[in-house]
């Protein structure tokens, strides 16, 4: 059965077979970030302009990444969120409003996330549930009520790396931004971009004493319910729970 399934998806993927695609039936393109609603609480972040560097040799930093599944309680401050994000997802260029060059590689530069966060201890911001706006590199708010981080948590098989984390980043695609470009075989190129971007994560947070658990036992259902996404064009892909070593 499995088998099937893998082998239907194969013939539909290749790429020979993938040339019906929006893009070359010259369709317009999707937006390079999903829409902001006009009364959303957006946060600003401190600029990557003025991020510190943190020097590391590059055989440690390959060497000692490694999953850390328990934190300290000490939070984290705005600018090491911002340099997370930033490493992660952080857009360098903009050609035009469909396409973004970022700090990770994306197939066709796609660049098909929204980053969501469950923020426990960063100074200065509330708990709760936020999304990162890659293009104006600031937060948006969305659920900052008491009951939000119990729904996530459901969601998550390995829940006490989740409770006491301090950020949880949660990558969900916008389909349509990669099979614009790609058709069927946009599902692999998106589970190969959301390894790019956790590793980005692994390695920036050992910079700066924070430790990574790559999270992708989830329930997708109450995942994506939580973050208020349909689950159908846009769904998690990927998680990653951080806090301080
Ligand atoms: C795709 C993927 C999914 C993972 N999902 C989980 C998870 O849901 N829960 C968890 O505790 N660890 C998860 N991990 C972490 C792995 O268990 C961990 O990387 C592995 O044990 C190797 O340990 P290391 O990262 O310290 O080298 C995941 C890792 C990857 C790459």
């Not at 469950?118 to 708990?127: A, F, Q, S, T």
């Not at 989740?162 to 069927?184: H, K």
């Not at 959301?194 to 999270?215: D, K, M």
Request: proline fraction near 5%; hydrophobic fraction near 40%; include cysteine.
């Amino acid at each position: 059965m499995d088998n099937d399934i893998i082998k239907a998806y194969r013939q539909k993927a290749l790429i020979a077979n993938n040339q019906d695609t929006r893009r070359s039936r010259q369709e317009p393109m999707p937006l390079a970030e999903k829409p902001v609603p006009e009364d959303a609480a957006i946060i600003r972040l401190p600029e990557p302009d003025l991020l510190d560097d943190h020097e590391v040799s590059f055989l440690e930093l390959i060497e000692c990444r490694a999953t850390i599944r328990e934190y300290k309680d000490t939070p984290l401050t705005m600018k090491e969120l911002s340099y997370l994000l930033w490493c992660t997802q952080g857009v360098k260029m903009m050609p035009s409003p469909y396409v973004t060059r970022r700090n990770v590689p994306s197939a066709g530069a796609r660049h098909a996330f929204e980053t969501y966060l469950y923020i426990d201890r960063v100074e200065g911001l509330r708990p709760g549930l936020y999304r990162f706006l890659a293009l104006g590199h600031v937060l948006m708010e969305i659920d900052v009520s008491d009951g939000i981080k119990e729904k996530l948590g459901e969601a998550f098989y390995h829940r006490p790396a989740f409770e006491n984390s301090a950020i949880t980043f949660i990558w969900a695609a916008d389909y349509q931004r990669m099979e614009y470009q790609f058709g069927v075989r946009s599902l692999q190129y998106l589970f190969i971009d959301a390894g790019h971007v956790c590793q980005n994560l692994y390695l920036s947070a050992y910079t700066i004493g924070t430790g990574v658990c790559a999270a992708g036992a989830f329930d997708d259902e109450l995942l994506n319910s939580a973050l208020k996404i349909d689950g159908d064009n846009d769904f998690a892909v990927y998680a990653a729970h951080a806090g301080k070593m």
